[in-house]
């Protein structure tokens, strides 16, 4: 939050008229003594005869500035988290206030005095959608939106709002042969859409090389085709990076993949499957039973170290008080020497 310009209320107050004003009763008179709140608003799709569903998440209010119709705030910033799980394809706005401050008088709600919603000066609205999608119209974003966002009340202009808001994605940078996801904002939703889109809203989709801020990534297409596509970073997220590991086994795996991917191989798979099928349920039994042998085994092989640890330990104990009490009986049969 940067600054505010030509702000106006549009209320009154009687503890503000006439000479009971100078009292200090109220600051419904004179400059404006005002603070702004920003929140962020998220819709829920509800059909297309409903209207959407709009949530809000917390409130993040500034300092008041005092006396000034044209108010500037010094370091007033917020870090404002996007939740996962919000709806496809919704837009993301932000919403700010212009509230004048109130007294402590006007703070009891006594009768005839202005409440909070009615020092409200005006609110006004932001979308940030391409500024998380990281494009606007074909075209990359700056990557920070500096806006004066125009507030008003009763459809009336009230003010201008400075407001600079910039978009980190959280999680880890994708990688080349990274599976990533679309971002919920990023997804088209099914149930406004109408027709199918090219790409599902869940498909998995593998990083095949990031230029700057741009990844180009794979997908299959309904009919099992790869297609590519060129994607923003800030529209993905990762849900899966293989490791040396995942590496050499997919290694291992090549020449199989290979020869499955022929068509003599696919009509292999195609006629061994219902064998391997019925082999697997076959075998289930004995490797269901061969994992019942292995826990009794193991049971039975913790509970004899346990008894072989509590034997040991108890002929220990044993043989140190047999020594001990041979100890004490030779001390009292040996003569005294010094008496002789």
């Not at 590519?228 to 795996?253: C, H, M, P, Y």
Request: hydrophobic share 40%; proline share 5%.
């Amino acid at each position: 939050l940067l600054e505010a310009k030509s702000l106006e209320r549009s209320y009154w107050s009687a503890l503000a008229l006439g000479p009971v004003k100078h009292l200090g009763l109220s600051k419904a008179h004179g400059e404006i003594s005002s603070f702004c709140s920003l929140e962020l608003q998220v819709s829920t799709y509800l059909g297309s005869e409903k209207k959407n569903s709009t949530s809000k998440s917390k409130k993040y209010t500034s300092p008041v500035i005092v006396n000034q119709n044209s108010p500037v705030w010094q370091n007033c910033e917020w870090e404002i988290p996007l939740k996962k799980g919000i709806d496809d394809g919704m837009p993301l706005l932000f919403q700010v206030e212009a509230t004048e401050d109130a007294s402590a008088a006007e703070s009891m709600g006594l009768p005839l005095i202005p409440s909070e919603h009615d020092r409200l000066l005006g609110t006004g609205t932001i979308d940030v959608t391409s500024l998380c999608l990281g494009e606007e119209n074909g075209k990359a974003h700056t990557g920070v939106i500096d806006i004066w966002v125009k507030i008003s009340k009763n459809q009336n202009q009230t003010g201008e709002i400075h407001l600079l808001i910039s978009y980190t994605p959280n999680g880890h940078d994708p990688q080349q042969d990274d599976i990533v996801a679309l971002e919920a904002f990023a997804r088209q939703n099914l149930k406004s859409s109408s027709c199918d889109p090219l790409l599902p809203p869940l498909q998995p989709l593998r990083v095949l090389q990031v230029n700057g801020g741009f990844l180009l990534v794979e997908y299959r297409m309904r009919n099992q085709k790869r297609a590519t596509l060129r994607l923003n970073r800030k529209s993905v997220f990762v849900i899966e990076r293989q490791n040396i590991i995942d590496g050499a086994i997919r290694l291992a795996f090549l020449p199989a993949d290979v020869i499955l991917s022929t068509p003599v191989g696919q009509s292999a798979q195609s006629i061994a499957a219902p064998v391997l099928d019925t082999a697997g349920e076959l075998l289930m039994p004995a490797f269901l039973s061969g994992r019942i042998l292995w826990g009794a085994f193991r049971t039975t092989g913790f509970a004899a170290l346990s008894g072989i640890f509590a034997a040991t330990g108890s002929v220990w104990n044993n043989s140190r008080e047999s020594h001990e009490q041979r100890q004490r009986q030779m001390s009292f049969q040996r003569p005294n020497i010094s008496s002789l």
